[in-house]
């Protein structure tokens, strides 16, 4: 756990760094007016939640699973047995993306969830940080949503 957040240091440095020596805006402050708060949401959203979606994360997987096989279907953990570990990365990272591109496109759309994305759209300026300035619901409904097809296709829990 220390490596962690040493490399979570570095890698901070390295974007502070890199956004100082070009901007995406200008003029550009490091220490921005909200910076404090991003930092905040940082460490709640980035990191401690993160953390805790662990156990929400197996509960949609059983419950995905139960569910499929109570339909008769059955979650395939030998879709691909034959594929090179190089194309179940591809095909995994293809369908994490669309499911994450699909419920940020619901995130705009369906007013309900619009209430919790709309906290995200509030920063006043876009940097690496201002990232992680959104509702912690949301990462429930991107995990949710990710989770529910990769479990389909039987890629195990771990």
Known sequence: MDQYWHWLIVV??????????????RPHQTLRRGW???????????HVLQLLLGTWLYFVF????????SWGIEADASIGAAWPIWVHCLVFTV???FVQWC??????????????HK???????????????FHWVEILVYKTAQAIP?????????
């Open 119 to 133: 906290v995200h759209h509030s920063i006043e300026r876009l940097d690496w940080i201002a990232n992680f300035h």
């Open 12 to 25: 901070s440095l390295f974007f502070v760094i890199a956004e100082k020596l070009s901007p995406w805006h």
């Open 95 to 97: 369908v994490a993306d």
């Open 36 to 46: 404090l708060r991003d930092l905040l949401f940082l460490a709640l959203n980035g």
């Open 150 to 158: 990769l479990a389909f296709l039987g890629v195990p829990y771990e």
């Open 103 to 116: 419920t940020h496109v619901a995130l705009h759309k369906l007013p309900f969830l619009w209430e919790f």
């Open 62 to 69: 059983v419950e995905t699973i139960e569910l499929l096989g």
